[in-house]
């Protein structure tokens, strides 16, 4: 996934993707990745600009995997904290969702307590788990 955000962004501009997969008491597991612009062509523009009316695609290939979107992830040029508008516009404004910002293009593989971990709290705003690193993300290969 980081490989491909990183050849998304080209090292100049933002990319990202939906992590899909199951959650199964209260843990999510991750078993694909759909970018951004496999959904919406337009999505990069340096920053993302998401086309809305794009997401049938998504939830039509969600039904037929039979998988639900557990994140997003997307990059940044620096550091991982989120704008103004990664908190004014989820991906998914759906309390619970988990937001994860991958600093410096992923110009490198990162771990948990280098990535931004966002969860949306809805009216309530985003509780940030950043700190909380590989204690909230567990990171495995099965």
Do not use: C
Request: glycine share 12%; hydrophobic share 35%.
């Amino acid at each position: 996934m980081l490989r491909a955000l990183r050849e998304r962004g080209q090292g100049r501009r933002e990319s990202g993707g939906f992590l899909l997969g199951r959650t199964v008491d209260g843990q999510r597991f991750v078993t694909d990745f759909i970018a951004y612009d496999d959904i919406d062509p337009n999505a990069l523009q340096g920053i993302i600009v998401f086309d809305a009316s794009k997401m049938d695609a998504l939830w039509t290939h969600l039904e037929r995997a039979g998988l639900e979107v557990v994140a997003d992830v997307h990059t940044h040029p620096a550091g991982f904290g989120q704008s103004r508008t990664d908190q004014d516009h989820p991906m998914i404004p759906q309390r619970g969702h988990l937001a994860m910002i991958i600093p410096n293009f992923a110009d490198r593989d990162y771990k948990p307590g280098q990535i931004g971990l966002y969860e949306y709290q809805g009216r309530d705003g985003w509780r940030d788990h950043s700190a909380k690193g590989p204690d909230f993300l567990r990171l495995e290969w099965i």
